[in-house]
């Protein structure tokens, strides 16, 4: 899985960097088939600042995304995470349904 780091007008610590990239490896336990990833974290003001994250997950065909804001980064990527987490379990259950619709229909013409 490729993924892309992106700090918005600021130079992020290498810890969160670290924990950014870590819980966007962890999303690879959910679905196989994610071929590249993007983060960006960014914030509204200087002074009692609003933290941003987003994360972007290519997977075949379609693009997930989740952002959150919190006064933190790390709450904001694990939640974003947590985010893409389940939109990744939806999505391959809907996968996986389609797949079954489509093997019972050749099945009933047979």
Not at 35 to 56: C, D, G, P, Q, W
Not at 80 to 91: G, S
């Amino acid at each position: 899985m490729n993924i892309k780091f992106t700090a918005r007008h600021f130079t992020p610590r290498a810890g969160l960097k670290q924990h950014a990239l870590e819980e966007v490896r962890k999303l690879a336990r959910f679905y196989d088939g994610i071929v590249s990833a993007t983060v960006i974290l960014s914030y509204e003001r200087a002074t009692n600042s609003i933290k941003t994250a987003e994360i972007n997950i290519i997977v075949y065909g379609k693009v997930l995304s989740a952002t959150q804001k919190s006064d933190d980064y790390v709450k904001s990527i694990d939640a974003a995470a947590e985010k893409l987490a389940q939109r990744l379990r939806t999505y391959k259950s809907k996968l996986h349904s389609k797949d079954k619709t489509r093997v019972r229909k050749i099945q009933d013409k047979l």
